[in-house]
């Protein structure tokens, strides 16, 4: 990119922060050093997460967050090494909240509802704490997650209250289900917003857990049937199919899928994964390639799904 519009760039990120009420505060003495994380409690609740603050965190510069979801059985420790959002490799200068659930499992599952506690006001207590606390960038807090989590950050996406909050979203392997039948929840209601739904799925075709074509335990929804519905609430025609099939990086299994949708360029994308499980794209063994190592073969993967994740989000913002 030219030089010029780098700074204009900068300058645009300066110009429209959208400053928390965090800013200009100093840290509270229970959150990490700069460049560390640790597990926190949330006040007034029964829940913790896991937050990361970057080396070069400035309470006066509005600073993005990330929030990044486990998937089922698993927890913010294993969230945090499995998706790599602390590491200044690919997230040099945001803050990263790893949620946890409180029992293993997000509110996304129909079936498994009865145990499950209220997620969105979870969501919507833990953002509006770190914004009192850091000086984020309001109109850049992105939600990411694996599996159980990639469905819950579908689930958010489609409440107007805690999507609202959210500039993009970005799915691995999601478990998706028909949020309508979420007791007390449904259907998908996002509000209007001019910025559109940015969403971002990776999914494998040999995927087990959340099986690409839908079914599996609890009969979650096919994979394309979600990605059409995202592309149809950004403004594509219904059952739009997607508009550009490429293979990426080179690699014969990738598929990189997008969908142009209302005049924004790419702002539904997705990478069918040949051959490959439930896991968390990376070209080094990660929790996945243990935890799920009939599917997730080591060294099969030529990208880092959070590198894809990275460059995404930071094509978006929300606007006033
Ligand atoms: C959206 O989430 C908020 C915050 O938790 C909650 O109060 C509200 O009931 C949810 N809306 C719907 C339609 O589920
Ligand atoms: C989701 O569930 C609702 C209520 O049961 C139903 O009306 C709707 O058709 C379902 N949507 C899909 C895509 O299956
Ligand atoms: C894109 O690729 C997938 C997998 O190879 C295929 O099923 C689908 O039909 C293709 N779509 C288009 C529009 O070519
Ligand atoms: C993927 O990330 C790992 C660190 O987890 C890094 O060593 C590797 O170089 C990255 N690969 C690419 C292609 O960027
Ligand atoms: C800042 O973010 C809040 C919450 O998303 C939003 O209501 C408000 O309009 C934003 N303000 C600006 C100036 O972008």
């Keep these: 990119m030219h030089?010029?519009?780098?700074?204009?760039?900068?300058?645009?990120?300066?110009?429209?922060?959208?400053?928390?009420?965090?800013?200009?505060?100093?840290?509270?003495?229970?959150?990490?050093?700069?460049?560390?994380?640790?597990?926190?409690?949330?006040?007034?609740?029964?829940?913790?997460?896991?937050?990361?603050?970057?080396?070069?965190?400035?309470?006066?510069?509005?600073?993005?967050?990330?929030?990044?979801?486990?998937?089922?059985?698993?927890?913010?420790?294993?969230?945090?090494?499995?998706?790599?959002?602390?590491?200044?490799?690919?997230?040099?200068?945001?803050?990263?909240?790893?949620?946890n659930s409180r029992n293993g499992y997000w509110l996304s599952n129909p079936?498994?509802?009865?145990?499950?506690?209220?997620?969105?006001?979870?969501?919507?207590?833990?953002?509006?704490?770190?914004?009192?606390?850091?000086?984020?960038?309001?109109?850049?807090?992105?939600?990411?997650?694996?599996?159980?989590?990639?469905?819950?950050?579908?689930?958010?996406?489609c409440n107007a209250t805690v999507g609202s909050k959210i500039a993009a979203f970005a799915s691995v392997s999601g478990g998706y289900y028909n949020i309508s039948d979420i007791p007390g929840l449904g259907p998908c209601s996002p509000a209007p917003r001019d910025e559109g739904y940015p969403f971002l799925e990776f999914h494998g075709t040999k995927d087990t857990i959340s099986p690409y074509d839908g079914g599996g335990r609890d009969d979650k929804r096919p994979v394309i049937d979600v990605l059409e519905e995202w592309a149809g609430r950004n403004g594509c025609p219904k059952d739009a199919r997607w508009n550009s099939n490429v293979t990426v990086f080179e690699h014969p299994l990738v598929k990189h899928a997008s969908w142009n949708c209302g005049g924004k360029k790419g702002i539904v994308q997705h990478y069918r994964e040949g051959d490959w499980g439930h896991?968390?794209?990376?070209?080094?063994?990660?929790?996945?390639?243990?935890?799920?190592?009939?599917?997730?073969?080591?060294?099969?993967?030529?990208?880092?799904?959070?590198?894809?994740?990275?460059?995404?989000?930071?094509?978006?913002?929300?606007k006033a």
């Design 111 to 157: 079936k498994a509802h009865t145990s499950r506690p209220n997620d969105l006001d979870y969501m919507y207590d833990l953002i509006t704490h770190l914004e009192d606390k850091l000086c984020i960038d309001r109109n850049r807090i992105y939600a990411a997650g694996k599996s159980n989590g990639a469905g819950f950050a579908g689930v958010m996406a």
């Design 279 to 318: 896991c968390w794209a990376s070209t080094v063994p990660n929790g996945d390639t243990e935890a799920f190592w009939k599917q997730c073969i080591p060294g099969k993967y030529v990208f880092n799904a959070t590198e894809v994740i990275f460059d995404f989000f930071s094509g978006y913002q929300l």
């Design 3 to 99: 030089f010029a519009s780098l700074l204009i760039l900068a300058l645009a990120n300066t110009a429209f922060a959208n400053s928390s009420t965090g800013c200009k505060k100093e840290l509270p003495p229970a959150f990490p050093n700069p460049g560390e994380s640790t597990p926190l409690d949330l006040p007034g609740t029964d829940r913790d997460y896991r937050l990361y603050i970057p080396s070069n965190y400035n309470p006066k510069n509005p600073t993005p967050l990330y929030i990044s979801l486990h998937g089922a059985n698993r927890n913010m420790d294993e969230q945090e090494r499995l998706s790599q959002f602390s590491n200044p490799l690919f997230n040099p200068d945001g803050i990263a909240v790893y949620p």
